[in-house]
């Protein structure tokens, strides 16, 4: 039989970031405390909290961000968990050697312990975003972790567009799936696209809650960087893709909402996706184009 | 460079049913004439548009709805496609041989002639939807087919689920990807589940637009057969998941919308999905579960 149900209250911590890291490092590292005091298990950081987003021009200086894992700011994040007793994700510019640079996740449990590293597997590039300058695409898969509260699955960002990262983390038996995240308006697009693109990026991250039967929670960033105004917007949805709660687009919050994870079962036996796949005629998606 | 843009008047007819079958294929025959004569250029049927809805129970007396293809109905598709110069999609309980029955759909060019034939790969089996009892899991794997409006892609019900279904159908090379469905409300369902039911269903399918770049259209059965309560709301979406049109959740319809197929191109350069797929790292796709 199932062990007895259990659910886990997610955090997920929306908020601007000023150039120099160290405030922000403390500013994440307190929200991470106030989610803990209000009642969070797990605590999610949005993409390179650390700094503001470092990828709207292709310039060298800005590796300087970057830090070893372990390094400073993943001992801090690390010292938080132990600290609170909760889970902490925590997303970092990560130095692997010289000129190897990934954005990387990371999951500590509530012991502080590392439950596991992702590095971002798909990378973008696109006007404003310019991280093929930056990162070397990931090297580990698409994995999940136990933590104390839960199975925690993590991709980032540009991977949420991507069903078959999403698929794969679930396969790994992720409960919730995890989306750090930088994504934001850019100029002169707001006022025709902005609502639709805000639409589209909700719904590819629903759409995995639902075709796997897992949570899904993602931060944002939110404030304006230079050109791009992040739009926040966090949000955790149920496996049947129902958002349980949504941030604003425009001022840093804790997202918070409580997980009941026995859902999990109850929704892949009610809508038994899982049970379905054809996996003998799947093969051609390791092609990049079947003409 | 790009051939000139084209367009393509896409045209979902939404019925309700009747227990013969003749009233139901006249029905849609005269819907293809009406959808053409308001400027549809392609023409897509409601899953199983010849019957009510036969897998509500297993019964071995609905094996007798099957024909086919070539068969009676399959020709008066032809027939209306060739007569109103409209691309023609149906859905037929196709009988392939004894006892091995296929939930079919297929493709008609404006002329008449069969583009393609598909056959439903995901089957399958809830209370009141038990597929898995009539029919054979498709052996023709996933495909799109040239008509002289665009090139269709045609997945069935229960395939609007599964991610990998849209992509592999996508990377075909379709334009429009065509979901015939047969999908409603059960009993003591509706009042707690329902919203929430139609809204998981939409943004599957809008999620698929958005991933792969295409248009995404679902006609849907509507009415109350049995037990139940087919929801309608057909749909078609551009590539950015934008829905175009929809139809009402308890009347009958031609939902129609033009698609401007040069927005393929334009979704896909701006949201570069198709570019950055790690194909290198999706072989696991083909298994079941990775614990």
């Known amino acids: 039989m199932n062990a007895a149900p259990k659910s886990a209250t997610v955090a997920l911590v929306q908020m601007s970031c000023v150039e120099e890291a160290a405030p922000n490092v403390e500013k994440a590292i307190s929200r991470i405390g106030e989610a803990a005091q209000r009642g969070a298990n797990i605590v999610c950081l949005q993409e390179l909290f650390a700094g503001p987003y470092p990828c709207q021009k292709e310039d060298h200086a800005q590796f300087a961000r970057a830090e070893p894992i372990p390094g400073p700011t993943s001992e801090r994040l690390a010292a938080a968990a132990r600290e609170h007793a909760v889970a902490v994700i925590g997303s970092i510019f990560e ?151 949504r941030g604003a687009h425009d001022q840093e919050e804790i997202v918070m909402a409580e997980c009941d994870l026995s859902l999990i079962d109850t929704a892949r036996t009610h809508w038994p996706f899982l049970r379905d796949r054809r996996i003998d005629a799947y093969g051609n998606l390791t092609r990049r184009f079947l003409d």
């Open 95 to 245: 130095r692997r050697a010289a000129g190897v640079y990934h954005n990387t996740a990371i999951v500590f449990d509530a012991d502080g312990a590392t439950a596991g590293v992702y590095r971002k597997m798909h990378i973008p590039d696109d006007p404003l975003y310019y991280e093929k300058f930056y990162f070397t695409p990931g090297d580990l898969g698409f994995q999940s972790f136990p933590t104390r509260f839960g199975r925690a699955g993590v991709c980032v960002c540009w991977d949420q567009w991507f069903p078959e990262g999403a698929r794969l983390t679930a396969l790994t038996g992720a409960e919730i799936l995890f989306y750090p995240t930088a994504i934001g308006w850019i100029p002169g697009e707001k006022d025709i696209y902005g609502a639709s693109q805000h639409s589209a990026w909700e719904t590819m991250m629903r759409s995995h809650a639902i075709a796997n039967g897992v949570f899904v929670a993602a931060p944002n960033r939110v404030g304006r960087e230079g050109e791009v105004e992040f739009w926040g917007a966090s949000f955790i949805c149920d496996p049947y893709g129902n958002v349980l709660a």
